[in-house]
């Protein structure tokens, strides 16, 4: 029997060896890794389809948009339920929850063919996918001391990037064999593949406990919305969560109006615009942890890697403007790669100012808050394009949010706490 030895703070040690502990919290990593690069293969179907889907089925701008929005609306109501639940009843049973919920969505697609037959499918698969991030995040607290935080956050984010540079290569091919349905049973199948994985791995019993992890009764969610770094968290999300959504949904859709790319051809500017978000979801989180180790400072770090991020969005201002193809995509791919830094750095500020009890629940409220911007984003989007079908006001929103976001975020919450070096939390 593998027998565990209690440190000082309470967290177990398989066989009372520290080595057994970092590479239990990689294979964490690399599930959740897993688990959210389908779910964002799930969204990147629909954005990479709507030309076809646009024009068999005979949509208009705005009834993307209202499509779109479904989904959306869907992740707000549950991403603040989804946070609640992985709080109450673990990481790994909620996750399993949502996995399931969001894989039947998934499916579901294959077996609609009307506007209202495909918002009401997005609205369900939004309700399930709203659970992965609480429990992402969730995961870091659960398995990485905080100067490792970011960076693993940095790289189960980068599930979506890898997603999103697989999707353009895998989907087409799905398409052209066996038409538009069989690439929503794809997606919904890998999610089924993934969730027997999951159930699989022991990860309540390898997980160290602490102190601060014992039962406790839940806060309400009214106590959590009176304090500010709950404000900070969500008012930064609600701006820049809605940028994201923007190039998930109407990315390829800008590449085949702008540059008349086909479904096969803009394969490429989007797996080159995706390898940069991965490498910038990585990079901004290994950035913020070489600024925290450099100045000893939280507060430092986190905030001068999510201004670095800040500053590379800003020339997608004027993508739109751009004649060449490859130079609209450099300065889309360098946005991107900016988002993701700033998405590793700002999902890992819950961490920083709550307690683990609490973490999945802010989370999950600053996910509501970002995807009722999503909501907003796609109805805006929807109805200009169909007014004016140019994409420049929309872009200039793009590259200038993340430095009113940092402003705001810096106002709410001066100073993040300091939290302990993972050497003190081993000793």
Same mark, same amino acid.
């Given at each position: 029997?593998? =027998? ?6 309470? &967290? ?22 897993? =688990? ?61 929850? &949502? ?8 499916? !579901? ?20 996918? &709203? ?51 069989? =690439? ?49 968290? &969500? ?30 051809? !803009? ?38 890697? !999510? ?48 307690? =683990? ?71």
């Amino acid at each position: 029997m593998t =027998a565990r030895h209690e440190t000082q703070n309470g &967290s177990t040690l398989l066989d009372g060896r520290r080595t057994e502990w970092p590479r239990v919290r990689w294979v964490v990593c690399a599930l959740v890794f897993a =688990a959210t690069t389908i779910n964002y293969m799930d969204r990147e179907v629909m954005g990479l389809l709507a030309p076809i889907l646009q024009h068999v089925l005979k949509w208009s701008e705005a009834q993307y948009g209202y499509i779109i929005m479904s989904f959306q609306i869907a992740y707000a109501i549950g991403y603040v339920t989804s946070g609640r639940m992985m709080d109450a009843i673990g990481t790994r049973l909620g996750y399993a929850v &949502s996995v399931t919920i969001w894989s039947i969505a998934s499916c !579901m697609h294959a077996l609609v063919g009307t506007v209202s037959g495909f918002a009401l499918a997005r609205f369900l698969l939004g309700l399930g996918e &709203s659970g992965n991030f609480p429990a992402a995040v969730k995961s870091t607290v659960d398995y990485f001391p905080a100067e490792e935080r970011a960076l693993a956050t940095g790289l189960l984010n980068s599930g979506m990037n890898v997603a999103v540079q697989i999707t353009p290569l895998c989907i087409p091919w799905v398409v052209l064999r066996w038409g538009w349905h069989a =690439a929503f049973l794809t997606t919904g199948l890998l999610g089924f593949l993934w969730l027997a994985v999951w159930m699989a791995f022991p990860y309540d019993r390898l997980r160290p406990q602490t102190p601060e992890e014992q039962p406790t009764e839940q806060e309400s969610i009214w106590l959590l919305l009176g304090e500010r770094n709950t404000w900070s968290f &969500s008012v930064a999300k609600f701006l820049t969560d809605t940028i994201w959504w923007f190039y998930l949904y109407w990315l390829p859709k800008f590449f085949a109006s702008r540059f008349g790319l086909t479904i096969g051809e !803009m394969a490429l500017p989007l797996t080159v615009v995706y390898l940069a978000a991965s490498a910038g979801s990585i990079g901004g989180g290994a950035l913020a942890g070489l600024l925290i180790r450099l100045r000893d400072s939280v507060n430092f770090g986190r905030k001068m890697a !999510m201004l670095v991020c800040a500053i590379c969005a800003v020339p997608v201002a004027f993508a739109s403007a751009i004649p060449h193809l490859w130079w609209a995509t450099a300065v889309i791919a360098l946005a991107a790669g900016a988002h993701q830094g700033w998405s590793a750095n700002l999902f890992t500020t819950p961490a920083d100012m709550f307690s =683990a009890h609490r973490v999945a629940t802010v989370v999950g409220i600053g996910g509501t808050a970002g995807a009722i911007g999503g909501v907003l984003l796609a109805w805006i989007a929807g109805q200009v394009l169909q007014q004016t079908h140019d994409y420049k006001w929309l872009f200039a929103i793009c590259g200038l949010v993340y430095l009113f976001s940092l402003l705001c975020f810096q106002l709410l919450t001066p100073r993040l706490p300091n939290a302990p070096k993972h050497s003190e939390q081993l000793e």
